[in-house]
C-alpha cells in the first residue's frame, strides 16, 4: 500500500519528477506512480482523486507545465494535501505553471513548491508523513542534518585546498 | 434553449461576466448563466461539461480568476469550442489568470480572449455560431459596421468642436 | 474550397504552424496556407480578410510572434472567428507575442491560444466547425478518447514496467 | 498546547494573516499566533523553529512580504511542515515575495500557497493533519462538501431569480 | 496643413493623449488630431495611413491600449516616421501595449516612447522635424535648457529652505 | 559627414549592431559607428553627445543591454532625435534593457525600437531622414514595396510547391 | 561638511527619499540633499558627481523612477560607492526603475534597495560608514537591537491580549 | 586577515562567484571565500554573520540563486554592510533571485548587485572600503580610468580599420 502518490501530466514529466521517488526512497516511504492528466484524462484523473483516500494514501504530489490543473484538479476531489510541482517545459518557461499551480482560490490549497521543484515535493510529503509519525520526522532531521554536513564538507575542502583549485577539480 | 452557456467560478465575477450576456443580446442568441467552479463544484462542473453537448449548447463560455481552470476543466470533458475569460481579481492582477487559461496543454484548447474581456466572449461567442449560421453572421457583420460607425462618429465630432472642447465636455 | 485558412506572417514561423495542419489533416477539414504580414504586406492582408468569407472560408488561424498584430488585423475585417497563435520567436520569448494577440479591445476578440500552440489551434477550429457539423464533432469527441487512451496505455505500460525502466526505455 | 504556530514578519501582516486563523477555528485546531521576522528578529526566529517541535507543534504557518524570508528560515531549522503565505504589501505587489517563498533549494522546501492565501494556508494545515487525523479529515471533507454547497445554492438562487436581479441584489 | 497627425484608438485616450499636443504647441508646430481605429476602423487607419504623406505630414504619433496595433498598422502603410504611445488603460497595465507597440518585425519600426509618454512623444516628434529644421531644432535646445532651468531653480529653493520645510510647501 | 551616429556601450554589442549598418547602406545614407559607454566612458559620451549637432549629425543610434543609459544618457545632451536599441545580452534577456531604454522620464524621450532590433533602428533613422529628404522617403517606400514583394514571392511559391514541400526546402 | 549625499532626479521624490534622511538622522550623520537630474541636468549631474569626493562625500544616494539612470551616471563618475533606489511611480510601477538601477554593467556597479526602499538606503550608508567607523558601527548595532526589541514587543504585548484584540486596537 | 568576506550558497556558485575575487585582487584587498547556506546550514551562517564583525572583516558579499535568502540572513545579524549577489541558475533565469535579494524589509538592507553579477560586487566592496580608505580610493579611480581607456582603445581601433574589419577579427 502507497502512502504518496506521484501523479503526472505527461511521460515526458517522468525525468524532472523522478527525483520525487528519489527522495521519498531516502525515507522508505511507500508509493505509487501515475500518469493521468486533467485535461486529457479528467475522469481517470476524478475517480483517482475520490479514490485515494480509500486505498490509504496519506499524500498526493502532483507535477504538471503549461496551464497547470493537474494539482488543482485532485485537491478539489480529496481530502488529502495535496503537493504541486510547476514544471517548466512550455514557451513561458514555468511562470505560466507557477501561477497556474499556486493561485488556488479560496478553500482548495495546493501545497506549491518550487519550479521543477521534484525532490522537494518528497521531501515535503516526507514532512507531513512526518508531522504524526516520529520515526519519519527523526530521518528528515538526519537528512537535514546529512545536508549540512555536505555543505560542510565542501566548505572544508575548499578551505584547504582553496577556491582556485577547488574550481579546477569541479571543471575537471 | 440555449446556444451558448455562460459560467463562472463564483458570483463574484458577475459583474465582469454580465458583460458577455451584453453581448450575446445584441445577436438576440440564446444562453443560459450559471455559477460552478472547477475547485469547488467540481463534479457538477464536470456533469455540466460533458452534458452541454445533448442539451443543444454549442458554445461555452467560462470566466475565471486566479489559477483559472474551469475554462480548461470544461474543455477537457466536451467537444464544444470553449472560451475563456481571463478574471483580474487576484493579488497577481490577472496575469495568472491568463496563463491558467490560455497555456493548455496539445489536444484541449481553450479559445481565450483579453483579461477581464467578457464582452468580446460573446462577440467571440456569436462569430462562432456565425461559422454556420448566415443571420447571425450578417448581424456581426453590423455589428462591426456600427462599431465603425461609433468612432468615426466620435471623430467627426473631435473635428468640429476641437480636442479641447471635446476634452472638456467629456471631463463633464 | 478551404474551410479553414491558416495563415502565418513569415515563412519561419511555418515549421511551427505546420502542426496546425496535422491537427485539420486528422478530422478531414479543408484548409489553405497562405503567407502574409499585418505590417509587411499589410494591404494583401486586408484583402484576404475582407474576401474570406466570400471564398467559404468558416474559420481563420493566424500565427505571428513579437508585436503579433496579424490575428487581430484579420479579425478587424472579417465577421469569421479568428484563433490568434503566438509564437514565440522574438528576444522576449513569446510573452510579447500572448499579449499582442489575446489583448484585444471590445468588440473585436482573437481567439487565443498557447504560445507556438499551433496545433491547438487546429482542434479548435474544428471545435469551432463542429459546433454545427455532427460529423466534426463525432470526430473531436473520438480524437479526445483517443488523446485520452493514450495517456491511459502509457500509464498501463508504466504500472507494469515501472517508472525506473519506463524512463530508461524513454531515455534510449 | 498548539499545533498549529502561525507566525508573520509584522503585525501590519496580521489583518490578512488572521484569514489563517479563521480557518483553523473551522476545524477546532489548537494555534498559536506569533510575530516575529527572519530579518529584524533572526534569533528568536531560529530558536522559535528549533523548538517548535518538542512544544508539540505539527505544522508551521509562515507569512511574509516583499523579500519573504520567515518560511525559508523556519524551514531550514525545522523537521515540520512549513506553509508559506507570500503576501502582497511590497511595491512590486506581492510577485516578489512569491518568488522568495516558492523558489527554495533541494532540500528545504516550503508549502506555498497563493499570494495573500492566509485562509487556504489553514486550510492546508488542517489537511496536513487530517493526513493521520481522521476526525480532522472527516471535517476537511464535511468542510468541502459545505464550500460545494454554497456555490450550489448561489447558482440556484440566480437559477431562480435571474443573473439581472441576482447582479442588482449584490450591488446593493 | 498639419505637420504631425496624432492619433488615438479611442476617445478614452484623449486626456492622457493631449499632453502630445502640449508639447507641440511649445513649439508651434503644426498638428492635426484624429481617432481611429487599427481594429474598430481599419479601412479609415489605413486610408488615413496611406494619405498621410501625401497632405504634408511629416510625423505620425499613434497611442493606443492592450493589443495596441495602431502604431504598427500606420507604420506598414506609410513611409514617415511613425511614434508609437503605449497606453496604460487595461487590466495588465501597459506592458500588453508597451510588447504591442515596441516589438515590430524587421523592415517596419515604430518609435516606441514611454507607457502613457503623450508629452515625449511630442518633444520626440519635435526632435524628428527639428533634424532637418534649424529653428525648431534651436527650440528643442531651449526647451532642455528650460528644462534644466527648472529642475536648478527647484534644486536652489531646496537649498535654501531646507527639505523640510521644502516637503511642507509642496505638501500644502 | 555622416548623417547618422551609430553608438553602441561595447565592442561586443557589435554583431547585433552591425545590422544597423547593414539598413542604413541600403538607403546610402552615411554613417559613423562608435564605441562609447554611459558607464565607462561617461565624459567622452557626453562630449560625443554635445558636439554631434555641430558635426552635421541628424540621428543618432544607440545600442546597449541591462541597464541601458546610452540612449537615455545622450538624449539628455543633444537636440537631435535619439534611437535606442534594447539588448538582450543580460541574465534577464532584454526586458530590463527595454525598460532602462523606454521608460524615459517627461522631455527626454528616446525613440525605442524591438529589443535586439537593431536593423530596424536603421529603417527609423531613414524615415528620420525621410521626413525632410524626398529622395530617402522614396527609397523607404521603394523598400516597403521590395519587402512586401519578398513576402508575396514567399506566399506565391508555397502555393505553387504546397506547404510539405516548401518546408522540406526550409529544412535542407 | 555633509557625509551622505541624497540626490533625487524629481522633487516629486522628495515625499519618498525623505525616509532616508530619517534614517541618517537616527546617526547623526551629517549630508546634503539635492535635486539633479541625470536626464534633464546632466552636466550639473556630472559636476556633482565628479567633485563628491573632493567635498569630502563618503557615500552617495540617488532615487529615480522609470528608465532610472540617476545613481548609474553618477557611479559613472566618481569612485566612491552609490546607493540607488528605485521608485514605483511610473506607469510600470517600480520594476523598470528596478532593472534600470540594478543591471549595471561590468566595472559600474550600483549598490540597489528595494523598489521604494529609501529608509534602508540610509541604513545602508550608515553601514558602508560603518565599516571603518566604530561609532557608527555600534549604533548600526544598537539600531539592529531597538528593530529586534520592537518586534519582540509588539509579539509580547499580542500574546497578552490575543490577536484579536490586537487586531481591533490596530484597526482603530 | 581578510577584510572581504564571500559567500556563496552552494559550491555550483563558485564558476560565477569567482569573478568576485578576480576583482578584489585587483586591489590587493584581502577575502575569504566561504561556501555557506541559509538553508541548509543555518546556523553555521548565523555564527558565521555574527562573528564576521569581530573578525575583522569589513564587508560582506554574498551569492545565492533562486529564494536567495543568505544575502538576507547574514545582513540580519551583522552591522557590516552586506552585497547580495543573486544568481541566475534556477528554472525562473534570476529574477527570483533579484527579488528575493533585493526587496529586503525596513531596517536591514542588502545591496544588491545585477543577476550573476559578482564581479560588480567586488568593485562595490572595493568602493566601500575606499570610502575610508584613500589608498584603495585612488586604485578604484584608476581601475574606472583604466576601464575608460580599455573603451576607448577598442573605439580607435574600430575607427582605424572599420567596423566590418573589427567584425571579422571578432569571429575568428
Chains 1, 2, 3, 4, 5, 6, 7, 8 share one sequence.
Do not use: W
Request: neutral net charge; glycine residues 8%.
Amino acid at each position: 500500500m502507497a502512502k504518496v502518490s506521484v501523479v503526472m501530466g505527461s511521460d515526458s514529466d517522468l525525468p524532472i519528477m523522478s527525483a520525487c521517488m528519489q527522495a521519498l526512497d531516502r525515507f522508505d516511504i511507500s508509493y505509487e506512480v501515475l500518469i493521468s492528466s486533467a485535461h486529457r484524462l479528467p475522469e481517470d484523473t476524478a475517480s483517482f482523486a475520490k479514490n485515494a483516500e480509500e486505498r490509504g494514501v496519506e499524500v498526493i504530489i502532483a507535477g504538471a507545465g503549461g496551464a497547470a490543473h493537474l494539482a488543482g484538479a485532485i485537491s478539489a476531489l480529496t481530502p488529502l494535501p495535496v503537493i504541486g510541482v510547476p514544471l517548466s517545459g512550455s514557451a513561458l518557461g514555468g511562470v505560466d505553471a507557477l501561477y497556474a499551480v499556486v493561485q488556488m482560490p479560496r478553500g482548495i490549497p495546493v501545497a506549491t513548491v518550487a519550479v521543477d521543484g521534484a525532490f522537494n515535493a518528497g521531501i515535503l510529503a516526507a514532512q507531513i508523513i512526518g508531522a504524526s509519525d516520529q520515526n519519519i520526522r527523526q530521518r528528515v532531521k538526519q537528512y537535514k542534518e546529512d545536508l549540512a554536513q555536505q555543505v560542510r564538507k565542501k566548505n572544508q575542502k575548499m578551505q584547504q585546498i582553496g577556491f582556485r583549485e577547488y574550481l579546477d577539480e569541479k571543471a575537471k
